[in-house]
């Protein structure tokens, strides 16, 4: 199984970013699909997630981050996304995505390598 994330980048605040993530080894229908993000000096944080297809689709997202953040998964490409509008210097972190099967929904198996996220003032 391997969770490949990229697309951070240096960007400023106001800007965006795209962050994907895809998932080769693993059944992505089967599976719901997180991003989370660490700060330095701080413990890793949930940010949002999107559950399968079948299950309605659904998404969830931290308070810190709702109405600017969104989840969105690509089942032809087993790839899920992290859209980030206006992003703000208290978003730099590295952010991961994350697996879990759909009858272990909080539990993540799996996790990506990270990318980082640096916004600037």
């Known amino acids: 199984v391997q969770l490949q994330a990229s697309g951070g980048g240096l960007v400023q605040a106001g800007g965006s970013l795209r962050l994907s993530c895809a998932a080769s080894?693993?059944?992505?229908?089967?599976?719901?699909m997180g991003w989370f993000r660490q700060a330095p000096g701080k413990e890793r944080e949930f940010v949002g997630d999107?559950?399968?297809?079948?299950?309605?689709?659904?998404?969830s997202y931290a308070d810190s981050v709702k109405g600017r953040f969104t989840i969105s998964r690509d089942s032809t490409k087993n790839t899920v996304y992290l859209q980030m509008n206006s992003l703000k210097p208290e978003d730099t972190a590295v952010y991961y995505c994350?697996?879990?099967?759909?009858?272990?929904?909080?539990?993540?198996?799996?996790w990506g390598q990270g990318t980082q996220v640096t916004v600037s003032s």
């Open positions: 994350a697996a879990a099967q759909t009858t272990t929904p909080s539990s993540y198996s799996y």
């Open positions: 080894g693993l059944p992505f229908s089967s599976y719901n």
């Open positions: 999107a559950a399968v297809s079948w299950r309605g689709g659904s998404t």
